[in-house]
């Protein structure tokens, strides 16, 4: 399985975008990136997933470049409530064995008023 | 849509005690995961049902875990027996077909072997 660094935390404003990056460098051919936030005392939830280039959706973008070494999470105009941590995933998901995704240690993204 | 459900919500054992968590999958969903957080550690994966067969159990930390899904509903994972270093949240989550898009993830059972 692909291994992920991100930053162990980020700092923000309200009404400010966010760009969370996360490193996959052995990421493989039939991996996917997905991205999931979890709030205390809570379980993860899915946010995004992709496989390249850019998904956006109505709470996200996540940004691949061509090599998929990389990729990023944008929150557009974040709130209080987005005050949470967020896991980059990395793994075949859509393939034959659909395994299971490994949760890194995440980056805890804290909102100031 | 009912999500997933997980019993109870909060244990506090003893040491040596059994105990048995509880996850209710979404209607519907085949893959069942178990995942749990100790104290300030990662979610690390238990194990992975495909209805009611163990697809991957690679993450079972030893043998006082067990996981059972008869009849591809429910599971429940017991601890017996319990250990100090059980204790954290175990999360349960369901997907229709693999993880394929996403899987959906209970609030989570908070365990404390005290």
């Known amino acids: 399985l692909a291994k992920t660094t991100q930053p162990i935390s980020m700092d923000s404003y309200e009404g400010q975008e966010v760009n969370i990056t996360c490193s996959h460098n052995n990421i493989a051919t039939n991996d996917y990136i997905t991205w999931y936030q979890q709030f205390p005392s809570q379980g993860p939830r899915f946010i995004i997933q992709?496989?390249?280039t850019k998904v956006t959706n109505e709470v996200a973008s996540l940004f691949i470049p061509a090599d998929r070494k990389s990729s990023t999470l944008s929150l557009p105009r974040v709130s209080l409530s987005d005050t949470a941590v967020y896991y980059c995933?990395?793994?075949?998901?859509?393939?034959?064995?659909?395994?299971?995704?490994?949760f890194g240690s995440g980056t805890r993204l804290q909102v100031q008023p | 849509e009912a999500g997933v459900t997980q019993f109870p919500s909060h244990s506090v054992i003893e040491k040596g005690q059994t105990v048995t968590l509880r996850c209710d999958p979404i209607?519907?969903?085949?893959?069942l995961y178990w995942y749990r957080r100790v104290m300030g550690k990662e979610i690390k994966f238990l194990l992975h049902?495909?209805?009611?067969?163990?697809?991957?159990e690679s993450g079972m930390p030893n043998n006082r875990f067990l996981a059972e899904r008869t009849g591809g509903t429910y599971s429940t994972l017991k601890v017996q027996p319990a250990e100090l270093e059980d204790s954290g949240v175990y999360f349960c989550a369901s997907s229709q077909e693999g993880w394929g898009t996403e899987a959906f993830f209970g609030q989570g059972t908070r365990l404390t072997v005290v």
């Open positions: 995933l990395v793994g075949d998901t859509r393939g034959t064995g659909r395994r299971a995704l490994t």
């Open positions: 209607s519907g969903h085949d893959n």
């Open positions: 992709g496989y390249k």
């Open positions: 049902f495909v209805k009611e067969s163990k697809q991957d």
